[in-house]
Every structure is written in C-alpha cells, then in structure tokens.
Nanobody, 125 residues
Framework: QVQLQESGPGLVKPSQTLSLTCTVS??????????WSWIRQPPGKGLEWVGVIAYDGSTYYSPSLRSRTSISRDTTKNQFSLQLSSVTPEDTAVYYCAAKDPVLYYRDPRGYDYWGQGTQVTVSS
C-alpha cells in the first residue's frame, strides 16, 4: 500500500517561493507506470491539479501555473518536491501529493488512487 506524506512550511510570504516535499513509502517513485502529482484545493474551491512527475522523471505542469512551477525528485530518498515561485495570496490552499497507476489522464484529480493527508499553505505577509 502506497503512502504519501507532505511536509513544508505552512506560511509563505508574498513573492517568495513555496517549497513542499512528499515522502513516499510502500512503493518506489520509479515504479512503472506511476504518476506522482501535486494537487491543491483553495478555500471554498475544488481540487486543482498543479503538476506531475512520472515514474521516468518526465514532468508536466498546469498551463496556468507552468511559468512558476517546478517538480523534482530524489530517488535515493523516495521523495518528490514542489516549488512554486512568486506566490500570491491566491496560492493559499491545502496542498496534496497524490499517486496513480497508470500515468494516463494525470490532469484529473479524480483519478488518483493514493493521497497524502494534505498540508495547509497560507500566503500572507
């Protein structure tokens, strides 16, 4: 059973970079054909897919966030990370890491099999 756990600061100042890490247990992030995503939920809104890093290291980002988003991984620690730059209060949300197999249709949050518990990130000065 794959388990995911988010970690990172809960408060980020405007214009700074939001950095979160997802630690995975019960499975390897290099296992074919898994997709490992970051998904967020702003207050009062639905789930929004942010980006994905696939089992082979390839990355894809939401078009609306692409210019500010970077997802990377550390295979030795079985972790993947999110960096979102130049944040504004509109980036305030609960951020989830999630996994699905196979990698197809990775943009739809409803298709994910495994979820972390989520971490609240607030952007405020």
């Amino acid at each position: 059973q794959v388990q995911l756990q988010e970690s990172g600061p809960g408060l980020v100042k405007p214009s700074q970079t939001l950095s979160l890490t997802c630690t995975v247990s019960g499975g390897s992030i290099t296992t074919s054909y898994y997709a490992w995503s970051w998904i967020r939920q702003p207050p009062g809104k639905g789930l929004e897919w942010v980006g994905v890093i696939a089992y082979d290291g390839s990355t894809y980002y939401s078009p609306s966030l692409r210019s500010r988003t970077s997802i990377s991984r550390d295979t030795t620690k079985n972790q993947f990370s999110l960096q979102l730059s130049s944040v504004t209060p509109e980036d305030t949300a609960v951020y989830y890491c999630a996994a699905k197999d196979p990698v197809l249709y990775y943009r739809d949050p409803r298709g994910y099999d495994y979820w972390g518990q989520g971490t609240q990130v607030t952007v405020s000065s």
